[in-house]
């Protein structure tokens, strides 16, 4: 599986970001997806993810209520749509895939990230 992640960009505090995550293959809805972040000087940690089952999502504390992830399984994408954006939000994004919802960053694949920027 390959996986394009798109969508990030610089944002005001407060605003809004809709990252997408497209996926190669036919097998797109056998597959756990999840988003990850790493900022600067930190290490990579889980943001949301949806099993591939039932849809059903999962988010960190950190952005439980602000942040809502969705799959098109005809589209073969993800999305993370990102309100009530903080500065602390700024990171690298990456969608991963794996055969099963983990909140661990023991993925199969991964894609190339994209850079959020929360700043006035």
């Known amino acids: 599986v390959q996986l394009q992640a798109s969508g990030g960009g610089l944002v005001q505090p407060g605003g809004s970001l809709r990252l997408s995550c497209g996926a190669s293959?036919?097998?797109?809805?056998?597959?756990?997806m999840a988003w990850f972040r790493q900022a600067p000087g930190k290490e990579r940690e889980f943001v949301a993810g949806i099993r591939r089952s039932d849809g059903n999502t999962v988010y960190a504390d950190s952005v439980k209520g602000r942040f809502a992830m969705s799959r098109d399984n005809a589209k073969n994408t993800v999305y993370l749509q990102m309100n009530s954006l903080k500065p602390e939000d700024t990171a690298v994004y990456y969608c991963a895939a794996n055969t099963y919802l983990t909140v661990s960053d023991d993925y199969d694949y991964w894609g190339q990230g994209t850079l959020v920027t929360v700043s006035s």
């Open positions: 293959g036919r097998t797109f809805s056998s597959y756990a």
